[in-house]
């Protein structure tokens, strides 16, 4: 009995110098984990660039409030990693067919990054209903011909909102002076904007005290093209491989009503889901055409690997009539 007795305060001896052991390691871990959690990591400071413009229009870099400003967007968008390397990866892709749009309306190649910094290049939806890369609100886009309905919303159409948004701004420019205060205007309104301007007598964005959100506009549009065109200096460093290429489309021509475009996606060789990634302006699962509108045609782009794309039959057939009475006329 003793000697079992001393075995067993032998093991119970054994067990309490392995767990104080195991206890001893568990601490020094956590310490190591707390040390590495409190140890700052390095951050690199921003240098903001002696000279900047927008548009070709000097920033007045020797305004100290203005510096201020121009430093807080860009620290805040350089760190801001995710979101800045994702405009970066989507600026690939969408960049190469804003530009030539932006150049045919004779607007400065600069308010590409107005976008950037309204959407972040994507099909966004703010809380108060703009949407699209330009942020439309329904009513202005109305006004700029853009098509909003329950089935069809242009303003999630890039091409159509670019266009129809360099008509905003041709008319900002011409009611508020100059590109600055007209990319103002985009945020605040021409009204709003020469409203401040007028009132303060003064006749630049620069030297007028606007709302929160319009005083930062304007230099988050100036941050983000400083970063996007010097991307490395701030570190986003990125293979060609990882940027978003564009989308090789082919463009089926439709005239008349489509019932059910999932079927007319499958009938077309791809998917629900493509068709609508390819257009999201259309935003239900059919297109209704009036037979009355005999002027109505859509453009719908579809992946070239599907299958090979033909006129609708609507179309082909209306071709044909105007085929037959060239013909007919001829032979008159």
Same mark, same amino acid.
């Given at each position: 009995?003793?000697?079992? #007795?001393?075995v067993?305060?032998?093991?119970?001896?054994?067990?309490? +110098?392995?767990?104080?052991?195991l206890s001893?390691e568990?601490?020094l871990?956590?310490?190591?984990?707390? &040390? $590495?959690?409190?140890?700052?990591?390095?951050?690199?400071?921003?240098?903001?660039?002696h000279?900047?413009?927008?548009?070709?229009?000097?920033v007045?870099?020797?305004?100290?409030?203005? &510096?201020?400003?121009?430093? /807080?967007?860009?620290?805040?968008n350089?760190?801001?990693?995710?979101?800045?390397?994702?405009?970066?990866?989507?600026?690939?892709?969408?960049?190469?067919?804003?530009?030539?749009?932006?150049?045919? #309306?004779? +607007?400065?190649?600069d /308010? =590409?990054?107005?976008a950037?910094?309204?959407?972040?290049?994507?099909?966004?939806? @703010?809380?108060v209903?703009? @949407?699209?890369f330009? $942020?439309?609100?329904?009513?202005?886009?109305?006004?700029f011909?853009?098509?909003?309905?329950?089935?069809?919303?242009?303003? !999630?159409?890039?091409l %159509?909102?670019?266009?129809?948004a360099c008509?905003? *701004? $041709?008319?900002?420019?011409? %009611?508020?002076?100059?590109?600055?205060?007209?990319?103002?205007?985009?945020?605040?309104g021409?009204?709003?904007?020469? %409203?401040?301007?007028?009132?303060?007598?003064?006749s @630049? !964005?620069?030297?007028? +005290?606007?709302?929160?959100?319009?005083?930062?506009? +304007? /230099?988050?549009?100036?941050?983000?093209?400083?970063?996007?065109?010097n991307p490395?200096?701030? =570190? /986003?460093?990125?293979?060609?491989?990882? *940027?978003?290429?564009?989308?090789?489309?082919?463009?089926?021509?439709?005239?008349?009503?489509?019932?059910?475009? &999932?079927?007319?996606?499958i009938?077309?060789?791809?998917? !629900?889901k493509?068709?609508?990634?390819?257009?999201?302006?259309?935003?239900?699962?059919? *297109?209704?055409?009036?037979?009355?509108?005999t002027?109505?045609?859509?453009?719908?782009?579809?992946?070239?690997?599907?299958?090979?794309?033909e006129?609708?039959?609507?179309?082909? $057939?209306?071709?044909k009539?105007? =085929?037959d009475t060239i013909?007919k006329l001829k032979?008159?």
């Amino acid at each position: 009995m003793t000697y079992l #007795y001393r075995v067993i305060l032998v093991v119970l001896l054994i067990a309490s +110098i392995f767990l104080g052991y195991l206890s001893y390691e568990m601490e020094l871990k956590i310490k190591d984990l707390e &040390r $590495q959690s409190i140890e700052p990591t390095f951050i690199q400071d921003v240098v903001l660039p002696h000279e900047f413009d927008f548009c070709g229009e000097a920033v007045p870099m020797n305004d100290p409030e203005v &510096r201020e400003r121009f430093d /807080f967007e860009l620290v805040v968008n350089v760190h801001l990693h995710a979101r800045t390397m994702l405009v970066l990866k989507r600026a690939h892709r969408w960049f190469p067919q804003i530009e030539p749009i932006l150049k045919e #309306y004779n +607007i400065p190649d600069d /308010f =590409k990054y107005l976008a950037v910094i309204e959407s972040n290049l994507s099909n966004a939806v @703010s809380p108060v209903g703009a @949407s699209g890369f330009w $942020q439309f609100m329904d009513r202005t886009g109305k006004e700029f011909d853009l098509e909003i309905t329950d089935e069809v919303d242009e303003r !999630y159409h890039v091409l %159509k909102a670019t266009r129809a948004a360099c008509e905003y *701004l $041709q008319w900002a420019y011409n %009611k508020t002076g100059n590109w600055t205060n007209a990319a103002a205007a985009y945020n605040a309104g021409v009204h709003g904007i020469n %409203k401040r301007l007028e009132k303060q007598q003064v006749s @630049s !964005y620069y030297d007028a +005290i606007v709302p929160r959100e319009t005083s930062r506009y +304007i /230099f988050r549009i100036l941050a983000l093209k400083e970063i996007m065109k010097n991307p490395t200096k701030y =570190k /986003f460093e990125m293979t060609e491989r990882n *940027l978003y290429s564009e989308l090789p489309v082919r463009v089926v021509k439709v005239d008349s009503t489509l019932a059910d475009l &999932r079927q007319f996606a499958i009938a077309q060789g791809t998917t !629900y889901k493509l068709f609508k990634y390819y257009n999201p302006w259309l935003r239900m699962d059919k *297109l209704t055409i009036s037979e009355k509108d005999t002027s109505k045609i859509y453009e719908i782009f579809l992946p070239v690997n599907s299958k090979e794309g033909e006129l609708h039959p609507a179309i082909q $057939q209306k071709e044909k009539q105007e =085929k037959d009475t060239i013909l007919k006329l001829k032979n008159e």
